[in-house]
DNA sequence: TCCTTATTCAACCTTGAGGTTGAATACGAC
DNA sequence: GTCGTATTCAACCTCAAGGTTGAATAAGGA
């Protein structure tokens, strides 16, 4: 399924922009569970909670193994992993952008602290 | 904009599930600046990136202050540190189940290991 | 005042997401 | 083999997302 990294990365995050998907999400933080499992809480259908646990699965979010007729799913936390990764990383350069430019507005005989398209 | 967290939540990750969003993110982290300075790098119309800003402004993950006729985009890193905060509790408790059931399964008498539906 | 620049609003089109229902499939139990 | 259970596949509906173009708005500059 075209694992372009950039793709991945989408895929995972609009995984997780579904409120239902989040549910499971931290569901299966208690423990694997089945299709019906996961479905049990929600008035959708059964077919609509597949679909979503196939969506996180397309996202590399969690693995399903096959056990007689039930496939229970697994939260495959590494993946959460890479995205709390892409967030920080773009976080933190931010932060540190701010600090430095706190420094330079210190240092300046204050005049009008306007910043804007000041880079560029 | 019904502030309710859980949809907050939702609209966050929605927005970063769009990798022109995301890129968008990026080039804010080098600092602020204005819808033509974003659109330039892309081929779509500035409407288009505009739609986007104020995507990403309703998510919260960015604001925009108005400055002569330009209206400068900024990126609101705490709001990164919201999704990243919720990421990481599940990462972490679905860690800290995994580490228990090692250790339970260390001290085992290696029967079968197949777990699944065990737990409920 | 009139023109130019920066941005948004509005209407529209196309596609994909999330839901439904009704088969099809896969496998264990009898 | 046949039945029941668990899950997926397929076709369909509705609505929102991301794109377009063409006006409208807002504010500085001549």
Redesign the pocket.
């Known amino acids: 399924m075209t694992d372009h990294p950039d793709e991945r990365l989408s895929?995972a995050f609009?995984?997780l922009?579904?409120p239902?998907?989040r549910d499971i999400v931290a569901r299966l933080t208690i423990g694997d569970?089945?299709?019906?499992?996961?479905?049990s809480p929600?008035?959708?259908?059964?077919?609509?909670?597949?679909?979503?646990?196939?969506?996180l699965?397309d996202a590399g979010l969690v693995s399903?193994r096959?056990?007689?007729?039930?496939?229970?799913?697994h939260l495959e936390s590494q993946a959460l992993a890479a995205m709390t990764g892409w967030i920080e990383r773009h976080q933190q350069r931010a932060e540190q952008r701010m600090s430095r430019l706190e420094e330079v507005l210190a240092d300046l005989p204050s005049s009008d602290t306007t910043e804007s398209?000041a880079d560029r």
Chains 1, 2 share one sequence.
Do not use: F, M, N, W
């Not at 929600?42 to 969506?55: C, E, P, R």
């Not at 096959?66 to 799913?73: H, T």
């Open positions: 895929r609009a995984a922009s579904d239902v998907r569970a089945t299709v019906s499992d996961l479905a929600y008035d959708i259908s059964l077919q609509a909670v597949s679909k979503h646990v196939k969506v699965a399903q096959k056990e007689a007729q039930r496939r229970p799913v398209g």
